[in-house]
């Protein structure tokens, strides 16, 4: 046998350029709570890819174990009950790592006993480390709830412990009591939930208004004072169902958000609160927003003209529920493809301030 | 609002030369059954990044969900039933989703009747899609099982169907009844896994002879009359006890040799087994472990100097028990931070012929 040592070290070929665009060396570590399905890409199997991949190493909790997701209309699996959550929560405590993460992202989460726990969790967390937490108050679209109602007074109770949240329009109306019906609506929702909440950063993400050929994203970050600093983003709409780009935005939203949080020196401040001179623009929110977007747009687009090739190539199933289980699969984000688009977007969307 | 889609659509310059270095267009599917954990790197949580990183889409059924590794001799947490495994598989099947999969990755699964469960699933996906089985027959290390008994005749009663095994030494011992103590010893239990399983390849991991300052790692891939192509790689000795490294080399493996097999044109043919003219140290085989052991080396590498400057940045626990706990979370693999190193390890060992 050849000593292999002595005629193949080349271990300083495998360092290039490359590493250097993003975060590697110096690793925050996430918690996420969320789903997990076997097949396809939402909750924690998206959350725990796309962190990792952008540096951030990622833990993931599971609040569920389905087959696929529910935008089939047919599943099988199993919860994880409440008091399955709280032991994993002493098995980490025990080995002493709750500490290890500086983060949390909290997801889809099916029942008010498990949302509890969840919230119990996240509370520790944070005393501990003084992590920062991502809620993503998973509650429903476009006016239905997939989740039990009991679900909704518990987010309430929680949300003036999180730091982000990134709720939809429909949730946003749930948690603000606000009608989202245009520009100065969305305007009124976010200073609205900085106000009830407390809460130091929001994203409204996806908005539609009546008759809009695009759609709004929105954000803002609090002043030492509690006032808004509030912006929009405009995004062409891309044509078709994509299951789980909520949690996809979630991943790449705190990514960024660290990433610039970190470029202004805010990591060990709570809250991660930039100064008041902050320009709206200028907030790490606002640029995080402009570049999770771009990664959205780039990989919904490659989704969908896979789906639209996938269709193509098959005959279409005939009964509805069959062509829906055919569309639906054909769907599926394409992230294992689209790790450029993560990584390097490149397109940007400008954020313009919000009155 | 300004139009965001005028002023930047930057869209080409997020493709570069990294794209072509690895397979993201003609993507495989993979369904990994092994184990979760919530907190560090093993079963799973390994694979689903490192496959998904390499291009191959993984869908993962978790057969447990716990807190963290049993290396640290404590965890909470859960099992899934053979019951949940099935059920899962059936939600799979009813929406079509189990044809999307064409390889297998089938690793720690902790019961007896689970195994059986594992094991309806893979011949089932093999069946409908002619899909390549990776089976790593985790049942224990340096004479201990961690798996109930009934699990290894289970085990016997599967591997038949498989297309690679990437047993260690003790696993080695307990499914080819060869005592493995030197390389002749080594090469007698690799053709006799051929001969009682008729399992096309075979790789042995992390071999260790009394007395010896390297480990060796074996292969072999049979020929069309049921002959060994037999090679052995040696590969220097990292101190220290890390977790996860099996899982981490049956998941390389598994993108290397897809890789090399896809290069060679085997990819559409039952097992991927290479015509009867290609030499040992040409099989796809033994060019993917090559590979394989060069990302091992360096990932290894780059956790031991993470651990050490943990460890001496951290006052020592006091109790064995706690500083056991203090060393093992110190030691987990550091996947994240090694992307580099897993796609590209430029480091290579040389495989010689094992007589």
Redesign the interface.
């Known amino acids: 046998?050849?000593?292999?040592?002595d005629?193949?070290?080349?271990?300083?070929?495998?360092?290039?350029s490359?590493?250097n665009s993003h975060t590697?060396?110096d690793?925050g570590k996430v918690?996420a709570i969320a789903s997990?399905?076997?097949?396809?890409f939402v909750g924690n199997?998206t959350t725990?890819?796309v962190l990792?991949?952008l540096?951030?190493?990622?833990?993931?909790?599971?609040t569920v174990?389905?087959?696929?997701h529910s935008g089939?209309r047919?599943?099988?699996?199993?919860r994880?009950s409440a008091a399955?959550i709280l032991?994993?929560?002493?098995?980490?405590e025990?080995?002493?790592?709750l500490e290890?993460f500086d983060m949390l992202l909290t997801g889809y989460v099916p029942g008010e006993e498990e949302l509890r726990a969840v919230g119990k969790i996240a509370r520790e967390v944070k005393k501990r480390g003084g992590g920062f937490w991502l809620l993503d108050p998973v509650m429903g679209d476009q006016g239905k709830l997939y989740v039990s109602e009991g679900v909704v007074p518990v987010y309430k109770s929680l949300i003036h412990h999180a730091d982000l949240i990134v709720p939809n329009q429909f949730e946003t109306e749930l948690i603000s009591g606000v009608k989202v019906t245009s520009l100065a609506t969305l305007s009124t929702a976010l200073d609205t939930l900085h106000r009830m909440y407390l809460i130091p950063h929001i994203v409204i993400t996806s908005v539609t208004f009546d008759g809009a050929s695009k759609m709004?994203c929105a954000g803002s970050s609090i002043t030492s004072s509690g006032a808004s600093r509030k912006f929009?983003?405009?995004?062409?709409i891309i044509d078709g169902f994509f299951s789980g780009t909520g949690d996809l935005f979630a991943a790449l939203t705190l990514a960024r958000l660290r990433e610039h949080s970190a470029a202004a020196g805010l990591l060990s401040t709570a809250g991660w609160i930039p100064p008041d001179e902050t320009a709206t623009l200028d907030l790490p929110l606002a640029k995080a927003v402009e570049v999770v977007l771009?990664s959205m747009h780039?990989v919904l687009k490659k989704t969908k003209s896979t789906r639209d090739r996938i269709l193509l190539s098959q005959a279409a199933e005939q009964g509805e529920k069959e062509r829906h289980?055919?569309v639906?699969?054909a769907s599926e984000l394409r992230?294992?493809?689209s790790?450029?688009?993560l990584l390097?977007?490149?397109?940007?969307?400008?954020a313009?301030v919000l009155p």
Chains 1, 2 share one sequence.
Do not use: C, K, W
């Open positions: 046998m050849t000593d292999p040592t005629t193949h070290t080349h271990t300083d070929t495998h360092t290039d490359h590493t590697h060396t690793t918690l997990h399905v076997v097949s396809g199997t725990t890819f990792n991949l540096g951030l190493e990622t833990g993931s909790l599971n174990q389905f087959s696929n089939y047919q599943l099988r699996g199993f994880t399955q032991e994993i929560f002493e098995g980490l025990q080995s002493g790592l290890g709004a929009v983003v405009d995004v062409p771009g780039l289980v055919q639906t699969r992230l294992v493809q790790q450029e688009e390097r977007p490149g397109l940007r969307y400008e313009t």
